[in-house]
């Protein structure tokens, strides 16, 4: 087990000090980094002393540091998982080869592709998410805005160390890039759709990591088995601070969830919003939105990238090598809706152009498994209703279903039909002010907003009324 040198400049388990080069290079990108942060990171509470915690060694177990620190101290740094020395890659055309410990030239290009994808995210959603604390519902919501954001920032480091270290020129201009770009910004947008969506309310932030962080949940997973075993490395430990950014969301969805069903059962006319909550109806419709965007981020159902990928070792499936036994994915397809004509009918697409589907689906399957214990909880609370999921078809904007038109159910329908029904299935204007409108600060120690349900339990086995951040 490696442990992580917290006493040098950059803290990194990956022997950084013996490659003078490379370490003089992120160090000239780290006051770059910094000043991002102050310009883009959350605004109003770098000051503040916040209940972080860092990691100690790149184990999954290795998270004992909790303390009180401030954001721009926090040791932002580079961790792998272990090495292993007998590697081998595992599926793709390359099967029992040793992984790789240098870009091969001819993947160099869409490995690059890959990596600034998956990196131009991460400062995206810090950005994103920059006003939110001045709204907070609790300070333990606010540490816990402050903790996936400082983690963002460390998911930006791990995808520069890759630039810098494996792609030479290049990848120190696209390093540089990554700071360049701003989510939502017209001239300079963020790569992806999801990530230049306004994020002006704790809905749509628990929204985003419930199903956008979720996105990048499998997105680390399939590259964790690549064939290019630094990045393979890296994304292992990024799934570890992820899961804890799922957690966020889910947790804080099934609060509002809950606050919702109680109030809707206290009010004589079953509004939620007459006793000051968000309805049902209006927590569906986030949950359509954000379900919708976050699985447009695998990309089209049928894809010759995503076969050249899994071909290339590069990115596998889900749990490639447990959850699946035969790994050429050769000479099998999955059936998936097409539409023509004006209907939908099944086709067969052969198994590699299907990738992106595959991982969809496994996400779809992630996200049921949460949809199920939030109507657990309803039931439990015997409230009557339930929350579902819409269709995978309903409301993209990639892929083989953008441009056409689908209920949440998966019915096709004209656009005209979309339009007139569109407010019940999507937030409306209406819905969006109202929600906002709830954003009032709720900065007392053990307080918590009217709307959602305090937290169960607090952090780190503190009590809920714990101080999480101190202004
Ligand atoms: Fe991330
Ligand atoms: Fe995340």
């Known amino acids: 087990m490696s442990t992580i040198d917290y006493q040098e400049r950059i803290p990194n388990n990956v022997g950084l000090s013996s490659d003078r080069k490379l370490q ?8 770059a980094f910094l000043e991002w942060w102050s310009d883009m990171g959350p605004e109003g509470f770098q000051a503040s002393d916040v209940y972080l915690r860092t990691a100690i060694s790149a184990e999954p177990g290795g998270w004992a540091v909790f303390d009180h620190v401030k954001m721009p101290d926090y ?17 793709g055309d390359h099967i029992g080869e040793p992984v790789w410990q240098e870009v091969p030239g001819e993947y160099r290009n869409i490995l690059r592709r890959i990596i600034v994808t998956q990196a131009d ?13 001045k709204t907070a519902p ?12 400082v983690e963002e920032g460390r998911h930006l480091w791990a995808m520069v160390y890759l630039l810098h270290a494996y792609f030479g020129r290049d990848g120190r201009d696209e390093a540089e890039e990554l700071l360049a770009r701003r989510a939502g910004d017209v001239d300079k947008p963020r790569m992806l759709d999801a990530f230049n969506q306004e994020c002006q309310d704790w809905l749509t932030f628990f929204c985003f990591t419930m199903f956008t962080d979720r996105d990048g949940k499998y997105q680390l997973a399939a590259l964790a088995e690549s064939g290019f075993d630094p990045l393979a490395r890296t994304c292992s430990f990024m799934l570890t601070e992820e899961a804890h950014h799922l957690s966020v969301g889910e947790l804080g969805m099934q609060r509002i969830i809950e606050r919702s069903a109680e109030l809707s059962m206290l009010d004589p006319n079953g509004d939620a919003r007459a006793q000051g909550g968000i309805d049902m109806a209006t927590l569906q419709k986030w949950i359509n939105y954000w379900f919708s965007y976050s699985i447009d981020l ?22 490639e090598a447990s959850l699946w036994d035969e790994h050429t994915a050769l000479e099998q397809f999955v059936t998936l809706d097409t539409i023509s004509g ?24 992630d996200t049921e498994r949460v949809l199920r214990r939030w109507n657990k909880a ?14 995978r078809k309903f409301h993209r904007r990639q892929g083989l279903y953008a441009g056409l038109h689908f209920t ?8 005209a039909t979309f339009e007139a029904r569109r407010h019940e299935w999507l937030p409306t204007d209406e819905d969006r002010a109202y929600v906002r409108s709830l954003m009032v600060p709720v900065h007392e120690p053990g307080q918590c907003a009217h709307w959602i349900k305090a937290p169960h339990r607090g952090i780190n086995r503190q009590p809920v009324e714990f101080e999480y951040v101190r202004p």
């Open 298 to 319: 695998f990309g089209s159902e049928v894809s010759s990238n995503a076969a050249d990928f899994f071909g290339a070792g590069i990115k596998g499936r889900y749990r």
């Open 24 to 31: 003089r290079a992120l160090e000239k990108w780290q006051p």
């Open 408 to 415: 949440p159910q998966g019915e096709l329908i004209d656009q």
């Open 121 to 133: 995210t991460e400062p995206a959603s810090v950005e994103q998410q920059r006003y939110l604390a």
């Open 342 to 365: 004006g209907r939908i009918s099944r086709e067969e697409i052969p198994l590699r152009n299907a990738m992106n589907e595959v991982l969809r689906s496994e996400y779809i399957k």
């Open 75 to 91: 040791r932002w740094g580079i961790f792998l998982a272990d090495q292993d020395p007998d590697r081998k890659i595992h599926f």
């Open 138 to 149: 609790s300070l333990y919501d606010m540490r816990n805005l402050f903790q996936v954001n």
């Open 378 to 391: 309803l039931a439990k609370l015997d409230y009557p209703g339930q929350i579902t999921l819409p269709d």
